[in-house]
T-cell receptor, first 114, second 113 residues
């Protein structure tokens, strides 16, 4: 089955700096890659996703890049703010209508220091 | 407000005492799922349901049961809880199977002593 590895497990950045979280996946058939943000005491919430027919997607300060050849994808947060502090999860799935579900990475605790 | 609700939010129980964690969604979603979250392991899927009366095992189903008798509800049942089931549990739903945005509940913190 699919295996998703996520690095780093913890990341501290100064407010205003950029943060990058990286994930690799094992199943070359995976074609859907969402990122979820989990704030303290809450459930994960989708912040951005990308499908394998594009290499990059941006939404304001957040961007995701995908390298299908290398089987890795990354989350980039620019101009970080204290409210960006949270646990971030990457995931991978095959959108072929099969029963295979999202496989999540192990999470990254991002701390933005004021 | 569109949401997924779980109850209870916190539960401390003893080994072997049957318990049920309820999950309900008000978005008319077909797909529902249960995950457990453990430090360093991320979110692992326990069971999922593609529609009423249709359920299947995820990656870590041992020791758990589910049922889907109504579209909005998807309870998680631990018939004989053990300490290794101490975890943070999340219910999630999405419009259809698989790759659509999943909406997560607030989580249930379970401790089995």
């Amino acid at each position: 089955g699919e295996n998703v590895e996520q690095h780093p497990s913890t990341l501290s950045v100064q407010e205003g700096d950029s943060a990058v979280i990286k994930c690799t996946y094992s199943d070359s058939a995976s074609n859907y890659f969402p990122w979820y943000k989990q704030e303290l005491g809450k459930g994960p919430q989708l912040i951005i996703d990308i499908r394998s027919n594009v290499g990059e997607k941006k939404d304001q300060r957040i961007a995701v890049t995908l390298n299908k050849t290398a089987k890795h994808f990354s989350l980039h947060i620019t101009e970080t703010q204290p409210e960006d502090s949270a646990v971030y999860f990457c995931a991978a799935a095959i959108s072929s209508g099969s029963a295979r579900q999202l496989t999540f990475g192990s999470g990254t605790q991002l701390t933005v220091l004021p | 407000e569109a949401q997924v609700t779980q109850n209870p939010r916190y539960l401390i129980t003893v080994t072997g005492k049957k318990l049920t964690v309820t999950c309900s969604q008000n978005m008319n979603h077909e797909y529902m799922s249960w995950y457990r979250q453990d430090p360093g392991l991320g979110l692992r899927q326990i069971y999922y349901s593609m529609n009423v009366e249709v359920t299947d095992k995820g990656d870590v189903p041992e020791g758990y049961k589910v049922s889907r008798k109504e579209k909005r509800n998807f309870p998680l049942i631990l018939e004989s809880p053990s300490p290794n089931q101490t975890s943070l549990y999340f219910c999630a739903s999405s419009l259809f199977l698989g790759t659509y945005e999943q909406y997560f509940g607030p989580g249930t913190r379970l401790t089995v002593t």
